[in-house]
C-alpha cells in the first residue's frame, strides 16, 4: 500500500543526519515533497523523519536503514521507497566520510581509504542508477551532490577524504553531459568551509573557547556554514529555471578565507 496517497513529490535524502542532511530534508518538507531518508544509523533516522512529522505533517518522512558502502543495500532501499511513495523526483547526496585529526597517506590503512571512497563516491554512484531511468521517464529531475573544499584540491591528511570527492565532482560532471539535455538537473555544491553541526562545527567552536575568542561565537554565522541557510541553497538550486540551470556552485561563510581554498 502507497505511503504517499497524496502524491507529492518525492526527495530521496542520501547520507540523512543532523546537520545538512536533516536541514535540507526538513526545506524540502515544507515546500511539499515526501522524504525519504537513508543511512546506516536507525536511531538517527527515526529523530529526523519525527521531527519532521511533528513540524510538518504526519507521513511525510520516512527513513530506510541503509549501508552505502554495499549496492545492493542501496538498490534494495530505492525498490522499497518507489514501492512505498513512488518515483524519486529530486536525489540529494550528502554521504560523506572523513577524519576529523588528519592522516599521512603512509598511514592511511586500505580499510579506511576503500570505506571512505565507498561513502564519497560509490554510494552517489549507485544511488544516481536507482533513480536516473525514473527521472528519464518523467523528462525531469534533480540530483545533488554535497561535496567540499576537497574536490577541488588535495590537502595534507585527507588522503583517505579527496579522491572520492575528487570523483564525486567528475561524476556529477558526467551526469550532467549525458542527461542534462533529457531535462535532469545536476549540481555538484562545494561547501567551502566548516559546518556548524555537532562534529565540526563543535571543535571548531570549543577551539574558539580555548582561545578566549568568544567574539566569533557570537558572530558564529560569519564564519560557519548554517545547515539551515545551506537548505536554502539547495531548494534555490532545484527551483531555478532551465535557462540558466546552475552546474557547480562553492559556498562559504563571510568570513571564511577564500584566496587560501585555491
Given at each position: 500500500m502507497s505511503k504517499n496517497l497524496a502524491k507529492k513529490p518525492v526527495l530521496a535524502l542520501v547520507g540523512a543526519g543532523p546537520g545538512i542532511g536533516e536541514a535540507v530534508a526538513h526545506r524540502f518538507a515544507k515546500e511539499g515533497f515526501t522524504v525519504a531518508l537513508l543511512a546506516r544509523t536507525e536511531d538517527k533516522l527515526q529523530t529526523i523523519a519525527a521531527t519532521i512529522n511533528d513540524d510538518v505533517s504526519a507521513g511525510t518522512?520516512?527513513?530506510?536503514?541503509?549501508?552505502?558502502?554495499?549496492?545492493?543495500?542501496?538498490?534494495?532501499?530505492?525498490?522499497?521507497?518507489?514501492?512505498?511513495?513512488?518515483p524519486v523526483n529530486v536525489l540529494v547526496y550528502n554521504a560523506g566520510a572523513r577524519r576529523v585529526n588528519g592522516r599521512a597517506l603512509i598511514d592511511t590503512t586500505t580499510e579506511e581509504f576503500e570505506n571512505f571512497t565507498k561513502i564519497n563516491l560509490h554510494g552517489a554512484f549507485w544511488s544516481s542508477k536507482q533513480v536516473i531511468p525514473d527521472m528519464l521517464a518523467a523528462g525531469k529531475g534533480t540530483i545533488l551532490f554535497t561535496s567540499a573544499t576537497g574536490a577541488l584540491r588535495g590537502m595534507p591528511g585527507l588522503a583517505s577524504f579527496s579522491p572520492g570527492k575528487f570523483g564525486l565532482r567528475s561524476l556529477c560532471q558526467i551526469i550532467t553531459r549525458e542527461y542534462q539535455a533529457k531535462g535532469i538537473h545536476a549540481v555538484n555544491i562545494i561547501?567551502?568551509?566548516?559546518?556548524?553541526?555537532?562534529?565540526?562545527?563543535?571543535?571548531?567552536?570549543?577551539?574558539?573557547?580555548?582561545?578566549?575568542?568568544?567574539?566569533?561565537?557570537?558572530?558564529?554565522?560569519?564564519?560557519?556554514?548554517?545547515?539551515?541557510?545551506?537548505?536554502?541553497?539547495?531548494?534555490?538550486?532545484h527551483t531555478q529555471p532551465r535557462s540558466t540551470w546552475t552546474q557547480e556552485l562553492d559556498v562559504r561563510a563571510m568570513k571564511e578565507t577564500l584566496f587560501t581554498k585555491l
Open positions: 518522512a520516512h527513513y530506510y536503514v541503509t549501508d552505502l558502502r554495499i549496492e545492493d543495500s542501496i538498490i534494495s532501499a530505492f525498490q522499497r521507497i518507489k514501492a512505498d511513495l513512488g561547501v567551502d568551509g566548516p559546518v556548524d553541526g555537532k562534529l565540526i562545527g563543535g571543535v571548531v567552536k570549543r577551539q574558539w573557547e580555548r582561545a578566549g575568542e568568544s567574539d566569533k561565537i557570537k558572530d558564529v554565522d560569519s564564519y560557519l556554514v548554517q545547515p539551515a541557510d545551506l537548505a536554502h541553497t539547495y531548494w534555490f538550486l
